[in-house]
Structures are given as structure tokens and as C-alpha cells.
């Protein structure tokens, strides 16, 4: 992403990171459904949402809503809870290891 100061200057502005939450909920959704042996195109269909939105949700560039979340979660047969502790559990992960890595540098 870049911009234009006031004296002609281009500045540069790194690319947002998606939020490590929506990465989590996204790395779940891909776990499973590839679990089952689906694809995007059949989840996506079923679900009601393009394919395109559904892999940008997998890959944590998208916000799932808690209606598209729903969807999703009925077209894989599994509980949005189940996604929801799953995705936690990975950002428990990533918390304790930022920990561990801190004391270690410290």
C-alpha cells in the first residue's frame, strides 16, 4: 500500500496482517474440511457463500460473520462451539509460545 506525503514523497505502508484470531478460526475450517476429504467448491456451495469469500476466511484475510460461520459449520457438520474452542486452543498455543520465546531472548 503506498501514499504521497505533502512533498511529493511515496511512502510505503506494509500490507495488514490478519488478526491472529481470524487466522485461527480460518485454520480450523480448512483442517476440517480437508479432513473430510472436501473441497472449497462443495463447502462454498452448500454453505451459500462464493468460493473466493470462503477461501479468504480460510486463510485469515476475511471476517467470518457468525451467520456465514453457521453455514459453514452445517455444511461440515460440525458445532461453531467446537470451531470456537479449537481456534482458541491454537491462540493459547501461539500466546505460550510467545511467552516462552520472550524468556528465552530475555
Known sequence: MTDRS??????????PRP???REAVGQVL???RRTQDRTLADVAEQAWVSLQY???VERG???VSSDLLDAVCRSLGIEV??????????LRLRSQG???MRLLAA
Open 61 to 63: 484475510r476475511k471476517e
Open 6 to 15: 505533502d512533498e511529493g514523497q511515496i511512502i510505503e505502508f506494509p500490507e
Open 30 to 32: 480448512r483442517e476440517e
Open 81 to 90: 462451539a467446537d470451531v470456537l474452542e479449537r481456534a482458541a486452543g491454537r
Open 54 to 56: 470462503l477461501s479468504e
Open 19 to 21: 488478526s491472529k484470531a
Open 98 to 100: 510467545n511467552t516462552v
